[in-house]
């Protein structure tokens, strides 16, 4: 529990000062996206109940035991399609009535 609130804050905060050097509604585009990417947990093994997070998971899978396997995408592949339609609704309602 300790590692995911430490991991959480540093990916915050990398996620902050990387969104700096973007302007207007792409920084906000950007934090979001990445901060989607570092966040998303993923089951370390199958039939495990730990959690990490699937990006760490990929390239540990790919570097250590040297195969491709996208299990550990799945969940990155379902959020990020959603937190963009989520902003894309942020900024049309903002856009509409403010």
């Given at each position: ?5 430490i991991y959480s804050l540093a990916s915050f905060y ?43 998971i990929f390239f540990l899978d790919l570097i250590l035991?040297q195969n491709l396997s996208t299990r550990s995408l ?25």
């Amino acid at each position: 529990m300790f590692y995911w609130l430490i991991y959480s804050l540093a990916s915050f905060y990398i996620g902050y000062l990387l969104s700096k050097f973007f302007s207007g509604t792409f920084r906000i585009i950007f934090l979001c996206t990445f901060l989607v990417l570092m966040l998303t947990p993923a089951i370390v093994e199958v039939g495990s109940n730990k959690l990490a997070p699937a990006i760490i998971i990929f390239f540990l899978d790919l570097i250590l035991e040297q195969n491709l396997s996208t299990r550990s995408l799945r969940p990155i592949l379902l959020s990020i399609p959603f937190v963009l339609f989520l902003i894309g609704l942020c900024i049309l309602v903002k856009k509409r009535f403010f």
